[in-house]
């Protein structure tokens, strides 16, 4: 096993640390305008103090979407960001949900490597419509430069 896996722990992040998350967002250039804890989950992961990765959950009914998965550039291709997919889908389906929806512009073969299948954008509007980040790609016109994936949570037959 990776050795910087091995040292990474994950840690849930109260209200009061937002933001410690608008920080590493910035800093992996992602954006950060519907960053919220409404509805929403946030998972920082550390490594030796230093927070090198997150990831959101944003919760709905029986369904959740993946966001904010980033990773500072120099710890990329260690697996952290892998690990705190990994980890965001379980407490998901802990969760209950039976699907995670993401956005994405350029990363679809990334999450195909977790199950994630494209949708129709319409798809995760209608199963998430109140979600924050659903919110702010209807009321800052983005929407149409995303494309949405979903990944089924329920579990597999046998």
């Given at each position: ?11 849930r992040l109260e209200e009061s640390s937002l933001e ?91 999450w195909t490597r977790f199950g994630f299948i494209e ?40």
């Amino acid at each position: 096993m990776n050795t910087v896996l091995q040292a990474v722990q994950i840690q849930r992040l109260e209200e009061s640390s937002l933001e410690r998350i608008i920080t590493l967002l910035e800093q992996c250039d992602m954006y950060t305008s519907s960053v919220t804890f409404e509805s929403s989950s946030y998972w920082i992961a550390q490594l030796d103090g230093l927070d090198v990765g997150c990831v959101g959950l944003e919760q709905g009914f029986q369904a959740s979407l993946l966001r904010s998965v980033a990773v500072l550039p120099r710890f990329r291709s260690s697996g952290v960001a892998r690990t705190l997919t990994l980890f965001a889908l379980e407490q998901a389906r802990s969760g209950g949900d039976q699907a995670d929806y993401l956005f994405t512009s350029d990363m679809g073969p990334f999450w195909t490597r977790f199950g994630f299948i494209e949708v129709p954008l319409e798809t995760l509007v209608q199963a998430l419509p109140d979600v924050p980040q659903v919110q702010s790609a209807l009321n800052q016109r983005w929407l149409e430069e995303s494309r949405a994936w979903l990944k089924s949570l329920e579990p597999q037959e046998v």
